[in-house]
C-alpha cells in the first residue's frame, strides 16, 4: 500500500481504533458490572427474580449479538428507543455480555468454600461485608481464568458494531476500501491487527493470572 | 406500537430462511470436525513443524474475528483465481474458523484419555495411524461430543455473520422482511425466537448427551 494512501486515511483509521478500544473497555466494564449485579441477585434475590434473570441468560445467549443489535438499533425507535450507533451498541455489548459474565461469577461464587461463608456468620459478619470482603475476593480468584478469557471474545465481538455504522476500525477500514478499492490488503492488515491484539491481550491475561493466583501455586 | 400480526406473520418465511443458517453451521461443523482432526495430530505429533503450524494455526483463527476472516476469504479468492459460489465460501470459512476451536476441543479430551491405553496400543505392535484410528479417536470423539454439540451453538449464532457477505440465511431474510414491511422490532423478534428455539433444541441435546455420558 502506497504511503500516500495511509497519510490520506490514517487518522481515521486511528479514531476507528479508539473507538473500538474504548467500545472493547466500556463495554467489557459495563457488562462486567451488570453480569456481577445479575450474579448476586440470581444469589440473594427472590425465587422470581431468579427466574426471570435465568430467562433474560437463555434468550440472550440463544440469540446471535447481530440480531440483538438489529432489535436494538432498528427496533427500538419502534418503542420509543432512539439512539445513536455508538450508545446503541454500547448498549447491545452490555447486555450481550452480561449474561456470559454472570455465569462466570456464578460460577465462581460456587467456588468459594462453604466453610468460609458460614465460618464468617458464625462471628457474626454482616451479610454485605461478607460479600465484599469474603465472597467476592475469593470468588474473583478463581474466575478470573474465565472473565479474561471471554474479555478477549468481547473484543472480536466489537468488529459486529461496524454493521450498524459504529464508526470503529472495522467500518473505517471498509471505507477505506471501497474508496481505494484495496479490499485485499486492508482486510488482512485488519486480520493481522487483530491477530496482533488478542494475542497481546491474553498474553497479558495469562500474567494477571499468574499474579494474582501466585500464592495458591506457593501454598 | 408493537404489532402481534406482523410478528406472527414473519414466522413462515424467516423459518423458511433458517434452513440456511443451519445448512451453513452443519456443514461448517463438519468439516470443522475434518480439519480439526489434523489440526489437532498436527499439534500433537512430534515435528516441530507440524506442531508450529498448528499452533499458529489455531492462533491465527481464534485471534481474528468471523466477520473479518470472511471479507478476507471473499476477497482472497478471486485473486488466487477460485471462482466458487458465495454460499460454499462461506462454509468453508465457517469451516475452517470452527476448526481451530474444535481441535482444541479435542486435544483436551486426548489428554484425558489415560495414557496407558496409547502405550499398550503401542505394545501389542500398533502402528500411529491405527492407533489414532481405533483408539484414540473413537473414545475423543464420545468423550467431548458434549462440547462438540456447545460449539455447534455457537457455530449457529457465528452463521448470523454470513448475512453480510449475501447469503440468504435467517438474519439476512428477515433484514429483507424489516425493509418491506417497515417493522424491523416485530421482524427481528421474531428471527430471534427461531434462532433461540434452534438453540434451545441444540442444548438440550447437549445435557441428553451429557447425562448419557455421565451412566
Known amino acids: 500500500m502506497e504511503l500516500s494512501v495511509l497519510q490520506q486515511y490514517g487518522p481515521m483509521l486511528l479514531r476507528g481504533f479508539g473507538i ?20 448476586l441477585a440470581q444469589r440473594y434475590g427472590p425465587r422470581w427474580l431468579n427466574w426471570l434473570l435465568r430467562a433474560y441468560i437463555e434468550v ?11 432489535v436494538l438499533y432498528y427496533g427500538g425507535p419502534l418503542v420509543g ?9 454500547l448498549l447491545g455489548l452490555t447486555v450481550y455480555g452480561s449474561p456470559y459474565f454472570a455465569e462466570i461469577f456464578r460460577s465462581g461464587f460456587g467456588a468459594v468454600p462453604h466453610g468460609q461463608i458460614e465460618a464468617a456468620r458464625a462471628v457474626g459478619i454482616p451479610e454485605p ?9 475469593l470468588a474473583l480468584v478463581s474466575a478470573l481464568p474465565a472473565l479474561v478469557n471471554f474479555s478477549i471474545i468481547l473484543t472480536k465481538e466489537t468488529v459486529i458494531l461496524s454493521i450498524i455504522t459504529v464508526p470503529e476500525l472495522m467500518y473505517q477500514t471498509q471505507r477505506m476500501s471501497t474508496e481505494t478499492f484495496r479490499y485485499l490488503e486492508a482486510n488482512f492488515v485488519l486480520a493481522l491487527f487483530f491477530w496482533g491484539l488478542v494475542e ?12 494474582v493466583t501466585r500464592h495458591i501455586e506457593r501454598g | 406500537m408493537f404489532s402481534i400480526q406482523t410478528f406472527l406473520d414473519a414466522f413462515v418465511p424467516l423459518a423458511w430462511a433458517a434452513r440456511y443458517t443451519l445448512l451453513v453451521s452443519c ?38 474475528p468471523l466477520l473479518v476472516q470472511l471479507l478476507l476469504m471473499f476477497y482472497l479468492l478471486p485473486v488466487i483465481g477460485i471462482d466458487v459460489p458465495p454460499l460454499v465460501a462461506a462454509v468453508v470459512t465457517v469451516g475452517i474458523c470452527a476448526s481451530a476451536y474444535i481441535s482444541e476441543i479435542w486435544r483436551g479430551a486426548i489428554g484425558a484419555l489415560p495414557g496407558g491405553q496409547t502405550e499398550a496400543a503401542q505394545a ?56 418491506t414491511t ?24 447437549g445435557r441428553w448427551l451429557e447425562h448419557r455420558m455421565a451412566i
Open chain 2, 124 to 179: 501389542i505392535g500398533m502402528g500411529p495411524a491405527t492407533i489414532w484410528r481405533r483408539i484414540i479417536l473413537p473414545q475423543a470423539v464420545v468423550m467431548s461430543l458434549p462440547a462438540l454439540v456447545n460449539e455447534l451453538i455457537l457455530l449457529v449464532k457465528a452463521s448470523s455473520l454470513v448475512s453480510v457477505v449475501g447469503i440468504l440465511e435467517l438474519t439476512r431474510a428477515s433484514q429483507a422482511q424489516a425493509a
Open chain 1, 200 to 211: 497481546t491481550i491474553s498474553r497479558l491475561g495469562r500474567r494477571l493470572e499468574a499474579r
Open chain 2, 182 to 205: 417497515f417493522r424491523p422490532l416485530e421482524v427481528y423478534l421474531a428471527a430471534a425466537c427461531i434462532y433461540l428455539a434452534i438453540n434451545l433444541c441444540l442444548a438440550a441435546l
Open chain 1, 129 to 137: 461485608s461478607i460479600v465484599r470482603r469474603i465472597l467476592l475476593p
Open chain 1, 81 to 89: 428507543l432512539r439512539l445513536d450507533a455508538l450508545p446503541a451498541g
Open chain 1, 20 to 39: 473500538t478500544v474504548f467500545c472493547w473497555l466500556a463495554g467489557t466494564v459495563l457488562s462486567m458490572a451488570l453480569g456481577l449485579m445479575i450474579a
Open chain 2, 27 to 64: 456443514l461448517g461443523i463438519a468439516l470443522g470436525l475434518v480439519i480439526g482432526v489434523v489440526v489437532c495430530a498436527m499439534r500433537l505429533s512430534g515435528s516441530r513443524l507440524a506442531r508450529g503450524i498448528g499452533a499458529l494455526w489455531v492462533s491465527f483463527l481464534r485471534g481474528v
Open chain 1, 60 to 70: 440472550i445467549r440463544g440469540t446471535p449479538f447481530l440480531v440483538q443489535l438489529f
